[in-house]
């Protein structure tokens, strides 16, 4: 009766450890995490577990005298796991899961360079209520149609300039976006431009099949256009989306 009364009030509880079977990941595409469950001072029963995709993302907070940027966490994807079994005291239990990404998920570095935080979140679900969780960094990269893209930009004159995940939802021709932000690029010219373009925002919506591509493009003398199109995504080289590409940015 006594172990049983530390269960319930958390004591002695069990603890989960998630470890990501790859270095890197990409959106739309499927990734392995490894659970190792270890028991606590008693017995407790298992229910399942919890995955999430997290990030750092900017919202806007409106006040009574000003707006103001925040930075908040945003749950991207989640996933539940259930399970029955019983953890014995100081056993040790591994699970490997297989997840799917959604192909929206932004990524969170580019060419090495950390552009978003994003982590991976770990619960275990223990009946009485009890819970732990686990956090683990995730490194997710571009696909490689947004790749070429972003390569294209570059190589026509822009660098990029700042990366940032921002909340809301995007929506063009052709496309809108699902999750509860999105990922913008800023370009700037490297030099003076010919056609008055101090800066190119691009942001990408992918629905497994083909990206959507929508650019924002800041002219010195007309002020913002926007502008879209739609990629497939069998295109992943820099000429591959040049004939795309080339079609908005003039």
């Not at 989960?16 to 490894?34: C, H, M, N, W």
């Not at 982590?119 to 009485?128: H, M, P, R, V």
């Not at 010919?194 to 083909?210: A, C, H, P, Y």
């Not at 800041?218 to 004939?243: E, L």
Request: net charge negative.
């Amino acid at each position: 009766m006594f172990k049983k009364l530390l269960a319930s009030v958390g004591i002695g509880k069990a603890n989960v450890d998630a470890i990501l079977k790859s270095d890197s990941l990409q959106a739309g595409a499927p990734f392995e995490v490894e659970v190792v469950i270890k028991g606590g001072d008693v017995a407790q029963e298992i229910q399942g577990l919890s995955f999430a995709v997290i990030t750092k993302a900017k919202a806007t907070v409106e006040t009574k005298e000003h707006e103001r940027e925040v930075q908040r966490s945003v749950v991207l994807q989640e996933w539940w796991q259930p399970l029955a079994l019983t953890v014995e005291a100081g056993e040790t239990l591994t699970k490997t899961f297989s997840l799917m990404l959604h192909p929206e998920i932004p990524a969170s570095e580019l060419a090495g360079v950390t552009i978003a935080k994003m982590w991976l979140q770990t619960g275990i679900d223990i009946k009485n209520g009890i819970d732990g969780s686990d956090k683990d960094p995730l490194t997710i990269l571009p696909s490689a149609t947004q790749r070429a893209v972003l390569d294209f930009i570059s190589q026509s004159g822009y660098r990029l300039f700042k990366s940032d995940i921002e909340t809301g939802k995007v929506s063009a021709p052709g496309f809108t976006s699902h999750l509860p932000c999105y990922q913008e690029y800023e370009f700037k010219p490297d030099s003076f431009s010919l056609f008055g373009v101090r800066e190119i925002e691009v942001t990408f919506v992918d629905n497994g099949q083909e990206t959507g591509v929508l650019l924002e493009v800041d002219r010195a003398f007309k002020g913002d256009g926007y502008r879209s199109i739609s990629i497939p995504n069998h295109c992943t080289t820099v000429a591959d989306v040049k004939p795309y590409v080339e079609r908005v940015l003039g």
